[in-house]
């Protein structure tokens, strides 16, 4: 009797031994999947700051085309404007070329 005690005290060690092994693993690879899904979305995130840096530099750059067409069309607007003067000082208005 106490061979086969010791034999079934034995077993359900082993038993009981198995299944923390188990859980052990189940652990292991949902903490590896949670690693994972933590790596992805940095992934995103990272990818959304580039692309907003991206678009942030596409906007500040058609902002400096803007005002360089707004500065070019001044300096346009007053050479016109030079050359209406010259042509009245020659006696020529301008508004009637």
Known sequence: APFR???EVRAGL???LERE???AELAQREAE???????EERQRAEL???EAEAERQRVEEERQRAELAQ???EAERQRAEQLAQKLRELGIDPDAL
């Open 5 to 7: 005690y010791f034999v």
């Open 14 to 16: 082993l038993e009981a």
């Open 21 to 23: 092994r188990q859980r």
């Open 33 to 39: 999947a949670e690693r994972q899904r933590v790596e």
């Open 48 to 50: 959304a700051q580039r």
């Open 71 to 73: 500065r070019e069309a």
